[in-house]
């Protein structure tokens, strides 16, 4: 009695995403990520008073969101780069590399984020790792592909690929989610999964990582760069 309760996942999330703020500008051109942290980040967005050139987003779900808050989206063609992307992950390590699809957002994700000039990554305390791939790593695939393509990734990592069933993305693709990894080397996995055919992205962030880390602790938000 008399202590605060240990604060739960989503308060560590609301946390990271109300710290967030702190890089948007009046002005900018946001990318905008998704997810359950940045919907948290959003909801923190829309009670500032802070007025957007407009938004980027990475998924149908964060447009509809982003719209509801009156905040305008732009098509990336339009927009043609973002000052800062806000994005969430599943898992990120020291190196600021990161697990991303848990929400199979993962493509759009990525090319906001190469199209940004600084990625701020948002995550509760849970999501830091020394070793990526304890998260089952997501694989966006081509459809007609899922078969041929779970069998490469078998040949190539040793790893099981499971289909995400009833899932299919944005973008009208299927997921798979590739268990049993431990990827000590990111940037090589993430490059050699994107040479088989059929695969159209994989969840590995590791080739353009995030540049800054906010992290939320129950003795508050620490910034890693
Ligand atoms: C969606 C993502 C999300 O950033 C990731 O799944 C983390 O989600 P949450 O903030 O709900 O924990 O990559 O594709």
């Not at 605060?4 to 002005?27: F, H, I, T």
């Not at 938004?55 to 098509?75: C, F, G, H, N, T």
């Not at 059929?198 to 938000?221: Q, Y």
């Amino acid at each position: 009695m008399g202590y605060p309760p240990p604060m739960d996942q989503n308060a560590l999330k609301k946390q990271v995403g109300e710290a967030a703020l702190k890089y948007v500008r009046d002005g900018m051109m946001l990318g905008v990520g998704t997810g359950s942290t940045v919907n948290f980040f959003i909801e923190a967005l829309a009670a500032s008073r802070i007025q957007l050139k407009g938004a980027v987003s990475s998924s149908e779900a964060s447009s509809q969101r982003l719209r509801a808050a009156k905040i305008e989206v732009l098509e990336l063609n339009d927009a043609t780069t973002c000052d800062v992307y806000i994005d969430g992950a599943d898992e990120v390590d020291r190196g600021l590399r990161m697990i991303k699809g848990g929400g199979a957002a993962l493509t759009r994700e990525k090319i906001v984020a190469a199209a940004s000039r600084q990625f701020v990554c948002i995550a509760d305390g849970s999501k830091l790792v020394d070793v990526l791939g304890k998260f089952p790593l997501p694989v966006e695939v081509i459809p007609m592909a899922r078969s041929y393509v779970a069998r490469e990734i078998v040949t190539l990592t040793g790893g099981q690929p499971e289909y995400r069933i009833g899932v299919k993305t944005d973008n009208g693709n299927v997921i798979l989610d590739v268990h049993g990894l431990s990827i000590t080397d990111p940037v090589k996995l993430e490059t050699d999964l994107n040479q088989i055919t059929g695969v159209v992205t994989n969840g590995i962030f590791a080739r353009r990582p995030a540049d800054v880390l906010l992290l939320g602790t129950p003795d508050g938000v620490k910034t890693s760069k």
